[in-house]
T-cell receptor, first 110, second 112 residues
Framework: GENVEQHPSTLSVQEGDSAVIKCTYSDSASNYFPWYKQELGKRPQLIIDIRSNVGEKKDQRIAVTLNKTAKHFSLHITETQPEDSAVYFC?????????FGSGTRLSIRP | DADVTQTPRNRITKTGKRIMLECSQTKGHDRMYWYRQDPGLGLQLIYYSFDVKDINKGEISDGYSVSRQAQAKFSLSLESAIPNQTALYFCATGLAGTGELFFGEGSRLTVL
């Protein structure tokens, strides 16, 4: 079955700097790659997603890139702000079976 | 607001007891999921369902069972709870063709 690996497990960046989180997946038939943000004590919420026919997608300070050949996808957050502190999860989906990575705890230093 | 509701929100039980976690949704979504969250392990898929007659095992279904009683209700059962099933459990819903999941607030289960 699908396996999603996510790195790093923790990430600390200076406010205003960029943060990058990387994921790899094993099943080449996966065709949908969402990213979720989970604030402390809250439920995960979708922040951005990308489908396998697209290489990059941006939404304000957040972007996601997908390399289907290498089975890699990444989340990029620019100009980080204190409210970006949270746990981020990548996921890969095939036929609506959605498998998550192990999460990255992002901390923003003032 | 249409939402995903989980009950109970917190439960403490003893080893060997049967426990049921319930999930109901008013979003009108056809897909429903149960995930387990442990620190450092992310969200692990237990079971998922596309409709009342279509239930599928996820990554970690051993020791769990589910019931899709209606389009809007999806229950997770632990027939004989054990301490390593202590975790935060999330129900989620989704709509065919969109991919996005909508999570409930979670049910924290402690097995002593």
């Amino acid at each position: 079955g699908e396996n999603v690996e996510q790195h790093p497990s923790t990430l600390s960046v200076q406010e205003g700097d960029s943060a990058v989180i990387k994921c790899t997946y094993s099943d080449s038939a996966s065709n949908y790659f969402p990213w979720y943000k989970q604030e402390l004590g809250k439920r995960p919420q979708l922040i951005i997603d990308i489908r396998s026919n697209v290489g990059e997608k941006k939404d304000q300070r957040i972007a996601v890139t997908l390399n289907k050949t290498a089975k890699h996808f990444s989340l990029h957050i620019t100009e980080t702000q204190p409210e970006d502190s949270a746990v981020y999860f990548c996921a890969a989906s095939k036929a609506s079976k959605i498998i998550f990575g192990s999460g990255t705890r992002l901390s923003i230093r003032p | 607001d249409a939402d995903v509701t989980q009950t109970p929100r917190n439960r403490i039980t003893k080893t060997g007891k049967r426990i049921m976690l319930e999930c109901s949704q008013t979003k009108g979504h056809d897909r429903m999921y149960w995930y387990r969250q442990d620190p450092g392990l992310g969200l692990q898929l237990i079971y998922y369902s596309f409709d009342v007659k279509d239930i599928n095992k996820g990554e970690i279904s051993d020791g769990y069972s589910v019931s899709r009683q209606a389009q809007a209700k999806f229950s997770l059962s632990l027939e004989s709870a054990i301490p390593n099933q202590t975790a935060l459990y999330f129900c989620a819903t989704g709509l065919a063709g969109t991919g996005e999941l909508f999570f409930g607030e979670g049910s924290r289960l402690t097995v002593l």
